[in-house]
């Protein structure tokens, strides 16, 4: 990866001097950042807000591959999924830290472009990373992220206030991501076949961006702030639209009807999924990796958001005895069951 470029021995550094190099040019932005990396703790106050807390792991040859995945996207990704959550809670996300393992292959170069990646991600999510931690590992690279947020008191959005008649809601479109990982799947194999035929991309895109580097929804918090919209329940899209439904109602304790031409996807998801041999509707109910925010909202609101483009109503909340069904193009009806993304499935 880093064979013919100048190399950089990380041991050269050492722990704190490794730290110092990566993180001297975070800037601190938010008056919640009493104190951030420098101390042995950092020092935050929220006033009278209400603190959410995320954290997310990633590991190579698990969540990531890198033959495929440049470090600076990955870097970039690493912060965004996490940040998914605070929003997934209806909160803003002010807060990163990052602690990485690191095997011996990679030089500081390597580090440094995965930290070019993750201030990407925070100048344009407006974030402060305040502290984190780095170590050898032998099982590759690991990276570890825990996201810090506030809401106001009494708009945190939980799972489990989904009530029945409400609206199932949402954003952007869905199953991009995981088609765009079929099309560096394919690739990657016909690489390892003959390492002399480039990769075929070209028209993809969209969909390559939707895997490579996710776009968590702050934009969606802020919108539903402005239409003074709080959620009745809400979760984000990572492991797959029926899963996230199915969590929805299971913490809710209630049913659901969702209705397949509903479903947002993108011309080029569904015309991809095609090409591959793949139903786009599978791909959207199970795939994950697309980051959306998945809300109820109460049919009163209805009228505040039916024009907005970037938000889909896909069904509605029943009696827990009714079920969670889909209602198929074809106005068949299916049970809805998960499919999608399981941690501990290898």
């Given at each position: 990866?880093?064979?013919?470029k100048?190399?950089?021995?990380?041991?050269?550094?050492?722990?704190?001097?490794?730290?110092?190099?990566?993180?001297?040019?975070?800037?601190?932005?938010?008056?919640?950042?009493?104190?951030?990396?420098?101390?042995?703790?950092?020092?935050?106050?929220?006033?009278?807000?209400?603190?959410?807390?995320?954290?997310?792991?990633?590991l190579?040859?698990?969540?990531?591959?890198?033959?495929?995945?440049?470090?600076?996207?990955?870097?970039?990704?690493?912060?965004?999924?996490?940040?998914?959550?605070?929003?997934?809670?209806?909160?803003?996300?002010?807060?990163?830290?990052?602690?990485?393992?690191?095997?011996?292959?990679?030089?500081?170069?390597?580090?440094?472009?995965?930290?070019?990646?993750?201030?990407?991600?925070?100048?344009?999510?407006?974030?402060?990373?305040?502290?984190?931690?780095?170590?050898?590992?032998?099982?590759?690279?690991?990276?570890?992220?825990?996201?810090?947020?506030?809401?106001?008191?009494?708009?945190?959005?939980y799972?489990?206030?989904?009530?029945e008649?409400?609206?199932?809601?949402?954003?952007?479109?869905?199953?991009?991501?995981?088609?765009?990982?079929?099309?560096?799947?394919?690739?990657?194999?016909?690489?390892?076949?003959?390492?002399k035929?480039?990769?075929?991309?070209?028209?993809?895109?969209?969909?390559?961006?939707?895997?490579?580097?996710?776009?968590?929804?702050?934009?969606?918090?802020?919108l539903?702030?402005q239409?003074?919209?709080?959620?009745?329940?809400?979760?984000?899209v990572?492991?797959?639209?029926?899963?996230?439904?199915?969590?929805?109602?299971?913490?809710?304790?209630?049913?659901?009807?969702?209705?397949?031409?509903?479903?947002?996807?993108?011309?080029?998801?569904?015309?991809?999924?095609?090409?591959?041999?793949l139903?786009?509707?599978?791909?959207?109910?199970?795939?994950?990796?697309?980051?959306?925010?998945?809300?109820?909202?109460?049919?009163?609101?209805?009228?505040?958001?039916?024009?907005?483009?970037?938000?889909?109503?896909?069904?509605?909340?029943?009696?827990?005895?009714?079920?969670?069904?889909?209602?198929?193009?074809?106005?068949?009806?299916?049970?809805?069951?998960?499919?999608?993304?399981?941690?501990?499935?290898?």
């Open positions: 990866m880093f064979e013919n100048e190399r950089t021995d990380i041991a050269e550094l050492g722990e704190f001097g490794l730290i110092k190099h990566l993180t001297e040019t975070f800037k601190v932005k938010h008056e919640s950042s009493l104190k951030g990396i420098g101390d042995d703790a950092a020092v935050l106050n929220f006033k009278d807000k209400e603190v959410l807390v995320s954290t997310d792991l990633l190579e040859g698990i969540h990531f591959d890198l033959a495929y995945v440049p470090l600076i996207h990955l870097g970039y990704k690493a912060i965004q999924v996490n940040l998914s959550d605070i929003y997934a809670m209806n909160g803003i996300a002010t807060q990163v830290t990052v602690s990485i393992g690191l095997s011996s292959k990679f030089p500081l170069e390597a580090v440094e472009e995965i930290y070019k990646g993750i201030q990407l991600a925070c100048d344009r999510f407006n974030i402060d990373l305040i502290g984190g931690d780095t170590s050898t590992s032998k099982q590759g690279l690991v990276i570890s992220v825990t996201s810090i947020g506030y809401a106001e008191k009494g708009t945190v959005c799972r489990n206030g989904a009530q008649g409400d609206l199932l809601c949402v954003s952007g479109d869905l199953g991009g991501a995981y088609v765009g990982l079929q099309i560096l799947e394919r690739e990657k194999q016909i690489f390892l076949e003959n390492p035929i480039q990769p075929d991309l070209e028209g993809k895109d969209y969909i390559i961006e939707r895997q490579l580097k996710p776009e968590g929804r702050r934009d969606i918090v802020d539903l702030a239409m003074d919209i709080v959620p009745t329940a809400m979760i984000d990572s492991d797959g639209l029926a899963s996230e439904v199915l969590h929805i109602c299971q913490q809710s304790e209630k049913g659901v009807t969702l209705y397949e031409e509903k479903i947002p996807i993108d011309p080029m998801t569904y015309e991809t999924a095609r090409e591959l041999g139903d786009p509707t599978v791909c959207a109910l199970n795939g994950g990796e697309d980051y959306e925010l998945l809300f109820t909202i109460k049919q009163a609101d209805y009228e505040k958001l039916k024009h907005d483009v970037d938000i889909s109503i896909i069904g509605h909340i029943t009696e827990k005895n009714e079920g969670c069904k889909m209602i198929s193009k074809s106005n068949v009806v299916h049970e809805l069951k998960a499919q999608g993304w399981n941690a501990f499935k290898l």
